[in-house]
């Protein structure tokens, strides 16, 4: 069973999420906040496997609560963003988040994200995903950039294709057919960049892949 904590100030957004995860037979709401103080309270007293958290609160905003969240070892977070809030959701991956998802997403969209989040994947959705990194991928310090940019050519070239496909949003299967490689193969140099690169999942390879420029906006689908 998926514990998930539903964080938002609309009470009428919980109210809708709760009856959505409640008809799943693997999925538990175990707790419900209308801000970040209220959820770290909850977490404390009811444990969680995914926090799924709002940006914009009151007392204490979505990306404060998910550095706390992640500082603490919590549980994975995913965050909920509408377009306007881009900016906070690139933020809150930085800071930890394992992924996030449009507040308009439908129900198999979000089923499959917290499923995804509570087997230890994260939620990678291309094309949003895409369109934020290249709006604020310009606004990356240089240093960052070039530290990054050091830190890939301790790859091998395989494991950099590898992180390219990943980066576009391919599964583990997808990547396998793609390079014709065994999926266990896959997820072994996967393993490799994450312990090479000092990444956590998934998401973190989408954003290093825009600061080290290895996938640049206009073009979706880099050379391998």
Known sequence: ???????????????????????????????????????????????????????RMPRMDGLEATRRIVARGGPKVIILTTFDLDEYAFTAIKAGASGFLLKDAGPAQLVEAIRAVGSGDAVVAPSTTRRLLDRFAVHLPDAEVARAQ???????????????????????????????????????????????????????????????????????????
């Open 1 to 55: 069973m998926i514990r998930v904590l539903l964080v938002d100030d609309q009470e009428l957004v919980r109210a809708g999420f709760t009856m959505v995860l409640d008809a799943q037979e693997d999925i538990s709401v175990v707790g419900e906040a209308g801000d970040g103080v209220r959820a770290l309270e909850l977490l404390d007293a009811a444990p969680a496997d995914v926090v799924l958290m709002d940006v």
């Open 150 to 224: 050091t830190e890939v050519k301790s790859l091998t070239d395989r494991e950099r294709q590898v992180m390219l496909l990943v980066a576009r949003g391919l599964s583990n299967a997808e990547v396998a057919r793609r390079l014709h490689l065994a999926e266990a193969t896959v997820k072994s140099h996967l393993s490799q960049i994450l312990m090479k690169l000092g990444l956590r999942d998934r998401v973190q390879v989408v954003v290093f892949a825009y600061e080290t420029g290895l996938i640049k906006s206009g073009r979706p689908d880099p050379v391998l």
